[in-house]
């Protein structure tokens, strides 16, 4: 059982591993999202992560049905987790992005079909150069003093735009983004290192990197051409295996070979060690998959395991 991390200065702590709740009503059911949720909290999981927007890009779905199964079972299973959701993707009252009327009734409408009375860790899905960033704080800082939100993250931001927020939330005494949700995984990483992750551990930002299995890529399940019909997202690894993906997988088995951990293991496991990360999200469909997911806690990679690594993702 891995001991909580603090996140960031939100003042909220987290295992090593956040539960993507991207897959809740799209590719597991009620059935099969309730037994996960179950399975990770059951494990000591604490925080699932979720947005208004998920999973709209479905046929038939209008977003939001993430966070009503979530609700769901919150409220019939009687366990607490701590939600982070966002908003700024799914347009609606209010405007779109992170317009202040549009942030106001997006934060409503999460609040509705989760069921609580307060979100824990509410993201600015993605950044909105379209509003002067104190106008979208003072909005957030509304919510913090309604009691409606406890700590705010910003995802998707350049090191440019979240350091300029920092400097505004200080210089107007606004509530400041106190966790970052980047693209970063093994075979992933020039979004986040450099700038970007200086910023963060020297401003004590909280960490939560998505698709830190890079699609399922980092699980070991496409190693050649035939591999990529395996599933809808098979056609996205081409460039993986074309580029430095096969150079990754390679380094990856040597270390499977000497922990006995799985890839997916390793490749979370890697990420929870890196500079300013607090605990990667990653999915999953089955109870299986969460019991794997949840044993990356305790896989401890020494530091030449962990240089191997870095290197063949270089």
């Known amino acids: 059982m891995s001991a909580a991390r603090a996140l960031g200065g939100s003042g909220l702590t987290t295992p090593p591993l956040v539960l993507g709740g991207n897959v809740f009503g ?5 059935a099969a999202s309730f037994r996960v949720l179950d399975a990770f909290a059951d494990a000591g999981g604490t925080m699932v992560d979720t947005a208004d927007v998920y999973s ?45 009327a549009r942030i106001a009734a997006a934060c409503e409408a999460s609040l509705k079909r989760l ?4 979100i824990d860790l509410y993201f600015a899905h993605q950044d909105d150069e379209g509003v002067p960033q104190e106008d979208a704080l003072a909005a957030f800082a509304k919510l913090i003093e309604a009691g409606k939100i406890r700590a705010l993250g910003a995802s998707n ?3 440019e735009r979240l350091g300029l927020a920092l400097d505004v939330a200080k210089r107007e005494g606004l509530p400041r983004y106190t966790v970052l949700q980047p693209e970063y995984n093994l075979v992933s990483r020039d979004r986040f290192e450099g700038a970007l992750q200086d910023l963060c551990v020297a ?6 990197p998505y698709y830190g299995l890079a699609s399922g890529f980092l699980t070991g399940k496409y190693r050649s051409a035939a591999d990529l019909g395996q ?16 150079k990754v997988l390679a380094a990856m088995d040597a270390v ?24 990667p999200i990653a999915s999953a469909t089955r109870v299986e998959q969460v019991e794997e997911l949840i044993g990356a806690w305790d896989v401890a990679l020494s530091d030449d395991q ?9």
Do not use: C, Y
Not at 260 to 271: C, D, F, G, T, Y
């Open 231 to 246: 599933s809808v997202r098979g056609g996205r690894m081409t460039a993986l295996l074309e580029g430095k993906g096969a």
């Open 115 to 118: 069921g609580v009375e307060t």
């Open 306 to 314: 962990l240089s191997r690594l870095t290197a063949a993702g270089a």
């Open 203 to 208: 401003e004590n930002i909280g960490v939560v």
């Open 56 to 100: 709209a890009w479905v046929p038939g779905h209008k977003g939001g049905e993430s966070e009503t199964l979530i609700g769901e079972w919150l409220r019939t299973s009687g366990k607490r987790m701590q939600v982070a959701t966002k908003v700024g993707m799914l347009p609606g009252e209010g405007g779109e992005k992170l317009a202040p």
């Open 256 to 279: 499977a070979a000497e922990t006995n951990a799985s890839l997916a293991q390793i490749a979370l496991a890697w990420l929870a060690a890196q500079p300013g990360v607090t605990a």
């Open 26 to 30: 799209w590719t597991a059911d009620r």
């Open 157 to 159: 931001f350049s090191a």
